[in-house]
């Protein structure tokens, strides 16, 4: 068990770290004279040879991202082609504060060690929330997040967003910005081959109506010929995805003062996932079932299974925006409509085995509307302000799921059925403004929200007999409703000491809504998890605007830290949601740009992070069996200052983007190396990541011949590097499970625009 923690000692401890970090902060910021920085002219030339300006909307607002007194970083479609970034998991690659992986086809995205390992549960939704064009998503698939011709921008929010962006916001966030179709017909077309045989899709099409109208279309999938592995049992292939995204905006300018954009998303995506006991956790496979008496034929390949039921998924969604921006004489509003619905059955293993011990049939759905409106600040004021209400609806179920199998069977059941569902009903008020002080050399924020969540829970299980098909219930349904409610703020300071060096600090408070855990459904709600943060940041502009150099200091102490852990019922393993006392993640992280040669950009980035439990005496945690009946024992330990699950102590990432012309046309070469070292993946530390270094490589040439042409090759993963994208405790044979990540792919693309 881990070592027995001082918590008044950790806590005396960490305030006067902070105390100290606060005391340097205000030397920097406010030591310096107030005419020095006037004084200094700006080092920056409008002519060629400086890095392209990056615009965000960090603060609901647009800005150059140097001038944002926030740790924030903006990839262009462009700089995410080039590092071989396909889709939102890709991301972790070139931004080191974040870490994504995703199990049941969900999301699961990290910020500074903050994120929810639960998140891909259904009604759950994730500490480091998801936007598209201002649009708040409770659930995202990986297909909704492939980045074709249609993206424009995606940029990463750190720290808390308790007040501008609200929604569970306590890690960060990440918002993806698409293209508006303007007066200029567009056309764009990219058609891809490559490793798995697979086959690439991309389609982008705008064009104007009238003066005032405006409409594109844009479409991107995916079709895999063949799976990264086979299951032995059946000969059938895994590890595959295939998938559509097509997406429409239209937008309607009425006047110079009023812009209306609607905008539609639909996605389809089947896939076979696989999870097996194998590859680098074979140690951990002990055992089988007790009433399994087949050999069991362990796969010697690291994607291969042995299953006689295939994990396998189909998402079908929609989604719709409505946004109307009208300026007035003394402020700008907006509002956001947002719809969103979609269905997940999916079959999944339980003992993942030839057995027929354990097998899930899953019906998972969930919907969600949300609305927003903004009354902001004229860019040219004095005085930025910006206020706004929000409001979300959120239901989500599994609705049914039901169990069948040998373990169901030795209780006298043919079937166990479980139903969870919930609804969340959340209303907002937010404002946020920054004056500018000392003569106009800094400026001070300060930001405010108040939310109020209401969370009702249903939960019902029962059974049908063996025999004579009777059906049984295993209790009275569960029913249940939560309250929660939090002021959450933001106090920043920020100064210009040269125009081109930014200081800023930040106190914030983030807040995430309490839930219930919907498999099964029949315990009270978990409550809100909270996050008080504190930043310190330096940017700058160098060598006459050829380089960026950007670091930030941060500690988050988190209460009520929402994980995931497994609890064993009835001698069967069930993800649950977990509350931790307290929490803490402190580091650094760094990110930079250079154009050391024209043609020639070199990105880097970094970040060390110091995550882990400081208060969870109570920790669920699981204890295999090696010797009948094997499986899995549920009980209690102490976690306490053991690691953060998931979250690496260390991330680096170097890339080069190198554009030259020749005889033959204009060459793009692209490369990126990301790196971090091992970590543990579940909250009792014993299975762990060992360190991984993958590399990205892809060239391009636009032929002067054709030049509204283009061949791409790529190639991920270079050195095919064999790893797991997700690992956690399970009954059966396995003991540990895991589920491969993508090894070694290539293609080669060829492409098309007007």
């Given at each position: 068990?881990?070592?027995?923690?001082?918590?008044?000692?950790?806590?005396?401890?960490?305030?006067?770290?902070?105390?100290?970090?606060?005391?340097?902060?205000?030397?920097?910021?406010?030591?310096?004279?107030?005419?020095?920085?006037?004084?200094?002219?700006?080092?920056?030339?409008?002519?060629a040879?400086?890095?392209?300006?990056?615009?965000?909307?960090?603060?609901?607002?647009?800005?150059?991202?140097?001038?944002?007194?926030?740790?924030?970083?903006?990839?262009?479609?462009?700089?995410?082609?080039?590092?071989?970034?396909?889709?939102v998991?890709?991301?972790?690659?070139?931004?080191?504060?974040?870490?994504?992986?995703?199990?049941?086809?969900?999301?699961?995205?990290?910020?500074?060690?903050?994120?929810?390992?639960?998140?891909?549960?259904?009604?759950?939704e994730?500490?480091?929330?998801?936007?598209?064009?201002?649009?708040y998503?409770?659930?995202?698939?990986?297909?909704?997040?492939?980045?074709?011709?249609?993206?424009?921008?995606?940029?990463?929010?750190?720290?808390?967003?308790?007040?501008?962006?609200?929604?569970?916001?306590?890690?960060?966030?990440?918002?993806?910005?698409?293209?508006?179709?303007g007066?200029?017909?567009?056309?764009?077309?990219?058609?891809?081959?490559?490793?798995?045989?697979?086959?690439?899709?991309q389609?982008?099409?705008?064009?104007?109506?009238?003066?005032?109208?405006?409409?594109?279309?844009?479409?991107?999938?995916?079709?895999?010929?063949?799976?990264?592995?086979?299951?032995?049992?059946?000969?059938?292939?895994?590890?595959?995805?295939?998938?559509?995204?097509?997406?429409?905006?239209?937008?309607?300018?009425?006047?110079?003062?009023?812009?209306?954009?609607?905008?539609?998303?639909?996605?389809?995506d089947?896939?076979?996932?696989?999870?097996?006991?194998?590859?680098?956790?074979?140690?951990?496979?002990?055992?089988?079932?007790?009433?399994?008496?087949?050999?069991?034929e362990?796969?010697?390949?690291?994607?291969?299974?042995?299953v006689?039921?295939?994990?396998?998924?189909?998402?079908?969604?929609?989604?719709?925006?409505?946004?109307?921006?009208?300026?007035?004489?003394?402020?700008?509003?907006?509002?956001?409509?947002?719809?969103?619905?979609?269905?997940?059955?999916?079959?999944?293993?339980?003992?993942?085995?030839?057995?027929r011990?354990?097998?899930?049939?899953?019906?998972?759905?969930?919907?969600?509307?949300?609305?927003?409106?903004?009354?902001?600040?004229?860019?040219?004021?004095?005085?930025?302000?910006?206020?706004?209400?929000?409001?979300?609806?959120?239901?989500?179920?599994?609705?049914?799921?039901?169990?069948?199998?040998?373990?169901?069977?030795?209780?006298?059941?043919?079937?166990?059925?479980?139903?969870?569902?919930?609804?969340?009903?959340?209303?907002?008020?937010?404002?946020?403004?920054?004056?500018?002080?000392?003569?106009?050399?800094?400026n001070?924020?300060?930001?405010?929200?108040?939310?109020?969540?209401?969370?009702?829970?249903?939960?019902?299980?029962?059974?049908?007999?063996?025999?004579?098909?009777?059906?049984?219930?295993?209790?009275?349904?569960?029913?249940?409703?939560?309250?929660?409610?939090?002021?959450?703020?933001?106090?920043?300071?920020?100064?210009?000491?040269t125009?081109?060096?930014?200081?800023?600090?930040?106190?914030?408070?983030?807040?995430?809504?309490?839930?219930?855990?919907?498999?099964?459904?029949?315990?009270?709600?978990?409550?809100?998890?909270?996050?008080?943060?504190?930043?310190?940041?330096?940017?700058?502009?160098l060598?006459g605007?050829?380089?960026?150099?950007?670091?930030?200091?941060?500690?988050?102490?988190?209460?009520?830290?929402?994980?995931?852990?497994?609890?064993?019922?009835?001698?069967?393993?069930?993800?649950?949601?977990?509350?931790?006392?307290k929490?803490?993640?402190?580091?650094?992280?760094?990110?930079?740009?250079?154009?050391?040669?024209?043609?020639?950009?070199?990105?880097?980035?970094?970040?060390?992070?110091?995550?882990?439990f400081?208060?969870?005496?109570?920790?669920?945690?699981?204890?295999?069996?090696?010797?009948?009946?094997?499986?899995?024992?549920?009980?209690?330990?102490?976690?306490?200052?053991?690691?953060?699950?998931?979250?690496?102590?260390?991330?680096?990432?170097?890339?080069?983007?190198?554009?030259?012309?020749?005889?033959l046309?204009?060459?793009?070469?692209?490369?990126?190396?990301?790196?971090?070292?091992?970590?543990?993946?579940?909250?009792?530390?014993?299975?762990?990541?060992?360190?991984?270094?993958?590399?990205?490589?892809?060239?391009?040439?636009?032929?002067?011949?054709?030049?509204?042409?283009?061949?791409?090759?790529?190639?991920?993963?270079?050195?095919?590097?064999?790893?797991?994208?997700?690992?956690?405790?399970?009954?059966?044979?396995?003991?540990?499970?895991?589920?491969?990540?993508?090894?070694r792919?290539?293609?080669?693309?060829?492409?098309?625009?007007?």
């Amino acid at each position: 068990m881990p070592n027995e923690l001082n918590h008044s000692e950790v806590i005396h401890s960490n305030l006067g770290t902070r105390g100290a970090v606060s005391s340097a902060l205000l030397a920097l910021l406010f030591n310096a004279s107030v005419a020095g920085a006037q004084s200094v002219p700006a080092n920056q030339d409008s002519s060629a040879g400086q890095l392209e300006t990056v615009m965000v909307t960090a603060q609901r607002r647009a800005e150059s991202i140097q001038d944002v007194p926030l740790s924030v970083v903006a990839l262009s479609k462009e700089s995410l082609e080039a590092a071989g970034v396909k889709n939102v998991m890709d991301l972790q690659q070139v931004d080191p504060s974040l870490s994504i992986s995703a199990q049941s086809g969900a999301v699961i995205p990290f910020i500074r060690g903050i994120g929810n390992i639960a998140s891909q549960t259904p009604g759950n939704e994730s500490s480091v929330p998801i936007y598209i064009d201002d649009a708040y998503y409770s659930r995202l698939f990986v297909p909704y997040l492939s980045f074709a011709d249609n993206i424009e921008r995606v940029e990463v929010l750190k720290g808390p967003q308790g007040t501008l962006f609200g929604r569970n916001a306590t890690g960060g966030l990440i918002h993806i910005v698409t293209r508006d179709p303007g007066q200029t017909t567009e056309f764009s077309a990219k058609l891809g081959y490559g490793s798995q045989q697979t086959t690439t899709g991309q389609v982008y099409f705008a064009t104007p109506l009238n003066d005032q109208l405006a409409i594109d279309f844009s479409f991107s999938g995916q079709n895999m010929g063949e799976g990264f592995g086979t299951n032995l049992y059946n000969g059938a292939d895994t590890y595959f995805r295939n998938f559509y995204t097509a997406r429409s905006k239209l937008v309607w300018t009425p006047s110079d003062t009023t812009k209306v954009r609607l905008s539609a998303v639909q996605v389809r995506d089947s896939s076979s996932i696989g999870t097996v006991g194998g590859g680098g956790l074979r140690n951990y496979t002990r055992g089988l079932p007790p009433s399994f008496t087949q050999e069991f034929e362990q796969p010697s390949d690291f994607f291969d299974i042995n299953v006689n039921y295939n994990t396998k998924r189909r998402h079908r969604g929609n989604a719709f925006t409505l946004r109307v921006d009208q300026e007035f004489g003394f402020a700008d509003f907006s509002s956001i409509s947002f719809y969103r619905q979609s269905r997940e059955p999916w079959t999944s293993e339980g003992d993942h085995t030839n057995a027929r011990w354990l097998e899930y049939d899953l019906n998972v759905e969930d919907k969600q509307i949300t609305q927003e409106f903004q009354l902001r600040s004229k860019d040219d004021s004095t005085l930025s302000w910006i206020f706004g209400l929000y409001y979300m609806n959120a239901d989500a179920a599994y609705d049914p799921v039901v169990i069948t199998g040998e373990a169901i069977e030795l209780g006298g059941l043919r079937t166990n059925v479980l139903i969870g569902k919930q609804e969340i009903d959340s209303k907002a008020a937010f404002g946020q403004a920054t004056l500018p002080i000392f003569a106009d050399a800094a400026n001070l924020t300060l930001g405010v929200r108040y939310t109020q969540d209401t969370v009702d829970g249903f939960g019902r299980g029962f059974g049908e007999t063996l025999g004579s098909g009777a059906i049984v219930s295993f209790g009275p349904p569960y029913v249940d409703e939560a309250k929660f409610s939090k002021v959450t703020y933001k106090v920043a300071l920020d100064r210009s000491f040269t125009p081109d060096l930014l200081g800023y600090t930040s106190v914030s408070r983030g807040y995430k809504s309490g839930v219930f855990n919907l498999l099964p459904l029949s315990a009270p709600a978990v409550p809100p998890e909270v996050v008080d943060a504190y930043d310190i940041g330096l940017k700058s502009t160098l060598a006459g605007g050829r380089a960026h150099f950007n670091v930030s200091l941060f500690w988050n102490e988190i209460e009520a830290l929402q994980t995931n852990v497994v609890e064993v019922v009835s001698g069967v393993a069930t993800p649950k949601l977990a509350s931790a006392d307290k929490a803490r993640t402190r580091g650094v992280e760094f990110d930079g740009d250079l154009l050391a040669t024209d043609g020639l950009t070199v990105r880097f980035s970094g970040q060390y992070i110091d995550a882990e439990f400081i208060d969870f005496p109570n920790a669920p945690v699981v204890t295999p069996l090696f010797v009948a009946p094997y499986g899995l024992v549920g009980g209690v330990g102490d976690v306490s200052g053991l690691g953060l699950p998931q979250i690496p102590e260390w991330k680096l990432n170097v890339g080069l983007d190198y554009e030259v012309g020749s005889g033959l046309g204009q060459w793009l070469l692209g490369t990126n190396v990301a790196y971090r070292s091992g970590f543990p993946w579940e909250a009792d530390n014993v299975v762990e990541a060992p360190d991984l270094t993958l590399v990205n490589a892809s060239v391009e040439l636009k032929p002067s011949f054709a030049r509204n042409t283009s061949v791409r090759v790529w190639a991920k993963n270079l050195t095919d590097e064999h790893y797991f994208g997700n690992v956690l405790a399970q009954t059966g044979p396995a003991g540990y499970l895991a589920s491969p990540a993508e090894g070694r792919t290539w293609g080669v693309e060829f492409g098309y625009r007007f």
